[in-house]
């Protein structure tokens, strides 16, 4: 389904994408929209929302900490010294967000959720249209995260799919 079709419009809850065609238990089916709401419950499906609440919790913290990351990947086009509002808050998030994972595997437990993922695709975008801009910036911990999350089998294999369409 392409955006130019506008097909989407008919049946998409809030007429824009992405949507995800659910079926329900009792058979029935709908549509589900809102990026966020489509992460939430396919983690929930496959187990990727956190061991406990209190994981629950932080995975869900982390999540929308990427999205702010993702919002402000413009500011990589400014040079490491820039002052703009924009590049100190990325700076701020990225800074903060290497200090949440440390040494650490994974954001948070010790095993994949979906705070990986939306951190993953954030960071990923950050080095991809940004020039390796973690390794540049010095964010040693998150470009070792793209790079270890990268070679997982199933990201490396969608990476190099036609399906991914690059930053
Ligand atoms: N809050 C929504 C935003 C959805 C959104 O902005 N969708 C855009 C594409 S990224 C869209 O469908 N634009 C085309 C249109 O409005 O027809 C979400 O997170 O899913």
């Known amino acids: 389904m392409y955006f130019t079709t ?11 994408m992405p949507v995800l065609h659910v079926k329900k238990d009792d058979g029935s089916e709908a549509w589900l929209a809102q990026s966020g709401a489509i992460v939430r419950y396919l983690s929930k499906k496959l187990g990727l929302s956190g061991a406990t609440e209190e994981e629950e919790s932080m995975v869900d913290m982390v999540f ?17 010294e820039s002052t703009l509002p924009d ?11 290497e200090g949440l994972l440390g040494s650490k595997q994974y954001f948070v437990g010790d095993r994949l959720t979906y705070a990986d993922v939306g951190m993953f695709h954030a960071l990923y975008t950050l080095q991809e249209v940004g020039d390796k801009y973690l390794d540049r910036a010095g964010y040693k911990s998150l470009s070792a995260f793209v790079t270890r999350m990268a070679s997982l ?11 991914y369409l690059r930053a």
């Not at 506008?6 to 824009?16: D, I």
């Not at 590049?87 to 967000?97: D, F, G, N």
């Not at 089998?153 to 399906?163: C, D, F, Q, T, V």
């Open 6 to 16: 506008k097909e989407y419009k008919s049946f998409a809850p809030f007429g824009q």
């Open 153 to 163: 089998p199933s990201l490396s294999a969608y990476l190099s799919s036609e399906r």
């Open 87 to 97: 590049v100190l808050t990325l700076r701020m998030h990225l800074e903060k967000s």
């Open 64 to 80: 929308e900490g990427s999205k702010d990351i993702m919002g402000r990947k413009a500011a990589v086009h400014e040079g490491l």
